[in-house]
Nanobody, 119 residues
């Protein structure tokens, strides 16, 4: 069982930056692929980014490519999402998720953190 706790959300003006963190419990953090998703009000949850178990591979949704960076720290058992040049369309609740493999469905989800970007 893995527990995920997100933090770092908040209110920021367009063009600003935020860094989201997701702290994972347990001793097997490195065995999980970690992803970020977001859900805007009235919309379905969508994929944002993922980092492989080794940290060697990362993928991004086209909408955030070049602006967001995902990374992981195996010592702190934490995955980060650095978000730069934020836009109002990035406003959403951001969730981190973990899965046992580098592909397939996610097994664990955090509670989410709100990101609001004002114009």
């Amino acid at each position: 069982q893995v527990q995920l706790v997100e933090s770092g959300g908040g209110l920021v003006q367009a063009g600003g930056s935020l860094r989201l963190s997701c702290a994972a419990s347990g001793r097997t953090f490195r065995s999980y692929s970690m992803g970020w998703f977001r859900q805007a009000a009235g919309k379905e949850r969508e994929f944002v980014s993922v980092i492989s178990r080794s940290g060697d591979n990362t993928y991004y949704a086209d909408s955030v490519k070049g602006r967001f960076t995902i990374s992981r720290d195996g010592v702190k058992n934490t995955v980060y999402l650095q978000m730069n040049n934020l836009k109002p369309v990035d406003t959403a609740v951001y969730y981190c998720a973990a899965r046992h493999m580098d592909y397939g469905p996610y097994d664990y989800w955090g509670q989410g953190t709100q990101v609001t970007v004002s114009s």
